[in-house]
């Protein structure tokens, strides 16, 4: 299944995308995760972290009603920008002891690979 398709042929909604429900569920991940977090960092960690994860999905339901190819390449790649400042965060709560991030960053590839072959099908489309 392509992540701009589903089953029944092109997607309905961003809800429908493959990539935005990987996306989805890595922001509820990262919301549990970052729960561990000391409270001294309620507004300094965990509120970066958690913005930054969420303009993951919402760049890409943003793009998604874009009309031309530019635009929704362009949400895109912001929503893969927030990605990678995501890891580092991560790599950022991992040095200072605050958890490991391991079982997460798997997630984080699996998301980006998602994004990247979502944004070179619409680059290559012919509509």
């Known amino acids: 299944m392509v992540e ?10 961003f809800k429908d995308l493959i990539v935005w429900q990987k996306a ?6 990262v919301y549990r995760f970052s729960e561990t ?3 001294k960092e309620k507004y300094g960690l965990t509120s970066q972290l958690r913005r930054a994860i969420i303009s993951v999905p919402a760049n890409i339901a ?4 874009k009309r031309g190819k530019a635009d929704k390449v362009r949400f895109l790649n912001i929503a893969q920008g927030s990605l990678e400042e995501c890891r580092y965060y991560l790599i950022l709560s991992q040095d200072l002891r605050y958890c490991e991030t391991d079982h997460i960053e798997s997630k ?10 979502y944004s070179s099908s619409i680059r290559t489309s012919n509509s």
Do not use: C, D, I, Y
């Open 4 to 13: 701009g398709r589903t089953m029944k042929g092109a997607a309905k909604s």
């Open 24 to 29: 989805h569920q890595l922001v509820l991940n």
């Open 37 to 39: 977090f000391p409270s």
């Open 62 to 65: 943003e793009g998604f009603k």
């Open 108 to 117: 984080f590839e699996e998301v980006s690979k998602l994004l990247e072959s």
